[in-house]
């Protein structure tokens, strides 16, 4: 599956969608298909801050449990209620219902810094 073009990456496989100041959060499809059957999401609280490049959460499977790291730096302002009962929206809309927490970016130019579809899709392709 290709990368949605209009997100922004890391190469931890989390996604950052930019709506206005806020960005939105999520994990990347091939960090799903790693994990296989999601079972718990612990994204954190609202009002909790976040920082560039450090965890944020916890995304447990039936594999493993693993890190969640945030791409920018920030205030959670939501968390994803919904996972909380349907872990296992991540499996099934990586990019869309599954979406963790969206934060009030602190300094909106980190998102340059960034991968594009297109490199993450080429950088997970060397992996």
Same mark, same amino acid.
């Given at each position: 599956?290709?990368?949605?073009?209009?997100?922004?990456?890391?190469?931890?496989?989390? %996604? =950052?969608? /930019?709506?206005?100041?806020?960005?939105?959060?999520? @994990?990347?499809?091939?960090?799903?298909?790693? &994990?296989? !059957?999601?079972?718990? /999401? !612990?994204?954190?609280?609202?009002?909790?801050?976040?920082?560039?490049?450090?965890?944020?959460?916890?995304?447990?499977? /039936?594999? +493993?449990?693993?890190? &969640?790291?945030?791409?920018?730096?920030?205030? @959670?302002?939501?968390?994803?209620?919904?996972? +909380?009962?349907?872990?296992? &929206?991540?499996?099934? !809309?990586?990019?869309? +219902?599954? %979406?963790?927490?969206?934060?009030?970016?602190?300094?909106?130019?980190?998102? +340059?810094? =960034?991968?594009?579809?297109?490199?993450? !899709?080429?950088?997970?392709?060397? =992996?």
């Amino acid at each position: 599956m290709a990368s949605p073009s209009e997100l922004k990456y890391t190469k931890d496989h989390e %996604w =950052l969608k /930019v709506d206005g100041g806020t960005g939105i959060v999520g @994990i990347t499809d091939y960090a799903q298909h790693s &994990l296989g !059957d999601v079972v718990y /999401v !612990d994204a954190g609280a609202a009002g909790k801050q976040v920082e560039a490049a450090k965890p944020f959460g916890v995304v447990e499977s /039936v594999k +493993a449990a693993s890190d &969640l790291f945030s791409p920018v730096t920030g205030e @959670i302002v939501e968390v994803n209620a919904a996972l +909380a009962d349907k872990p296992e &929206l991540v499996n099934s !809309d990586p990019y869309g +219902a599954a %979406w963790m927490l969206k934060v009030k970016l602190a300094n909106p130019g980190e998102v +340059a810094s =960034l991968l594009s579809a297109a490199d993450y !899709d080429a950088y997970i392709a060397t =992996l």
